[in-house]
């Protein structure tokens, strides 16, 4: 049934031209106010190989044993574009052990600077494997997060470090 009704076209016009105008404020908003979007890793094969550091125990006076020790990485993934692949960190780990020996709890530290001068780190409350951190860091690590797993893998020779691991990383700017 016909009503009579024609439609403007002047006044799509006039409409899509107001949206047009709002699409158009809009970018420009976004243009102008950029969304900090963060970079992002996943990685599946991290490894970490290098040379075991000197540790060393001492007895506290409460009969626990106090051990320290660490190495140098080389850090490797299937990731080229990781910021993290192809750079050195050093690793320190701190355990207090109770003079039972049934119980302990063991701090570790890895930090290393990448190829544009930037400080990395990672930390755990643990030792030879456990869930890690991501942090602080400097640059573009200043705000960074994510974190994983790490084991450490066996090997013939006591002065090598090999470490594998699996987990994320975020810049956010």
């Not at 890793?41 to 970490?48: A, E, F, L, Q, V």
């Not at 299937?78 to 690793?91: F, K």
């Not at 960074?144 to 699996?166: H, K, N, Q």
Request: aromatic residues 8%; proline residues 4%; contains cysteine.
């Amino acid at each position: 049934m016909d009503s009579g009704h024609k439609p403007s076209f002047r006044a799509v016009g006039r409409a899509g031209a107001g949206v047009a105008a709002l699409m158009a404020g809009s970018l420009l908003t976004l243009a102008c106010n950029p969304v900090a979007h963060a970079q992002s890793w996943s990685i599946k094969d991290g490894r970490n190989t290098g040379m075991v550091l000197p540790s060393e125990s001492r007895k506290l006076q409460d009969g626990s044993t106090y051990l320290t020790g660490g190495s140098r990485v080389h850090v490797s993934t299937e990731d080229a574009t990781y910021p993290v692949t192809g750079s050195s960190m050093d690793c320190r780990w701190s355990c207090k052990i109770a003079a039972s020996g049934s119980e302990g709890a063991c701090v570790t530290l890895c930090a290393g600077v990448d190829k544009d001068g930037d400080l990395f780190s990672f930390r755990a409350l643990a030792f030879g494997g456990g869930k890690y951190e991501v942090g602080p860091g400097t640059g573009k690590y200043a705000n960074a997060t994510g974190g994983g797993t790490f084991e450490t893998v066996p090997t013939d020779d006591p002065g090598l470090a090999y470490v594998r691991w699996r987990g994320t990383l975020q810049l956010h700017k």
